[in-house]
């Protein structure tokens, strides 16, 4: 299984960076103009579409964990030619929040149970969707 982390520290709270990755209105904001449904309630369905020149992209899933304001995890299949909607199809995320000194930290788990060639363990650098995530809580912050 490949699993790869991410993590960054926010300058704001935690219940702030919490509705950023929890509300719809403010994840389409850091996660790709994508729309989150979801009642993030434990074995219900999670959701993410968007549009891209032209054409819808849809994501699916199932709410594994959600521990309110410090721990969130999601199963998720991204479809493409060639591969079934199963099981061992599916990917896992797990965000976590944690109380730190300058504010609130952020790790995100991806762990894939797919073998699939060209694609890295580790990545280097930031993770562009948490620099995302970070620039639009600071903004949020001070609004």
Same mark, same amino acid.
């Given at each position: 299984m490949r699993v790869s982390t991410s993590t960054i520290t926010i300058d704001a709270p935690r219940e702030i960076v919490w509705s950023a990755v929890t509300q719809p209105e403010y994840v #389409? #904001?850091?996660q790709y103009n =994508?729309?989150?449904t979801t009642d993030?309630?434990?074995g219900h369905a999670i959701r993410f579409s968007a549009e891209w020149q032209g054409q /819808?992209?849809?994501q699916w899933g199932t709410v594994l964990e959600f521990d309110d304001p410090q721990r969130l995890r999601? =199963?998720?299949f991204v479809p493409r030619p060639g591969l079934d909607d199963r099981p061992e199809n599916y990917f896992t995320? /797990?965000?976590v929040l944690t109380d730190v000194a300058d504010g609130t930290k952020v790790t995100f788990i991806h762990e894939d149970p797919r073998e699939l060639d060209g694609i890295e363990n580790n990545v280097e650098g930031e993770n562009p969707v948490l620099t995302a995530l970070r620039d639009m809580v600071l903004a949020l912050a001070n609004e």
């Open positions: #389409r #904001r850091w =994508s729309d989150l993030w309630i434990v /819808t992209f849809a999601y =199963s998720l995320m /797990t965000y």
